[in-house]
């Protein structure tokens, strides 16, 4: 067995949150921070980053052959999980899906969000900025996010006080896939 070991992949990712909907950065420009009129850094994170894709199938199956014959697609989900190591009231407003903030001289404040069930939630994008072979830079874009974990700030004597986040991707039409993945090449 041959193991290339430039196409090993071993460091941190960074986050970038953007409204729902906001100007993507080119493929081209893979290698370049997104531009900060629509994307916010996240700062430090936890414990790394992690997109899951999770895909159910459903077996098909006849009375004649043994195996299973086919499968179909029946669920997809994908998520981008992390903690943040940044505990501000920007990223714990990001991790309760919206919410009201106000500032003022020598203080700022935050309330959650409790409108009614029916209310359609506040939808973000994130961009994920790894590596990739080579050194260069994996870029996933999720283009219709929303936090699905539990929020906690929990402040103990030995341990760094973090918010856990796990953006869920969710439909976006039949013309937008709801993620997209772009490799640096040279």
Known sequence: MSVTTTNLIQGPATLYKGNFGAVEPLDTAVNTVPAASSWT?????????KLSVDQNYSELEVDQ???RVGSRLTKQDFTIETSLAEATLENLSLSLNGGTAASGAGWKSYDPDVSSSATQPNYFAIIMDGYAPNQFTRRVIGRRMLNTN?????Y????????P??????YVSAS??????VDQTS
Request: hydrophobic share 40%; net charge neutral; aromatic share 6%.
């Open 41 to 49: 850094d996240l700062g430090g994170t936890q414990d790394g980053v």
């Open 65 to 67: 052959i043994t195996l």
């Open 150 to 154: 539990s929020s906690e700030l929990a």
């Open 156 to 163: 103990t004597k030995d341990k760094q006080t973090l918010i």
């Open 165 to 170: 986040v796990k953006f869920a991707g969710h």
């Open 176 to 181: 937008i896939k709801p993620f997209h993945i």
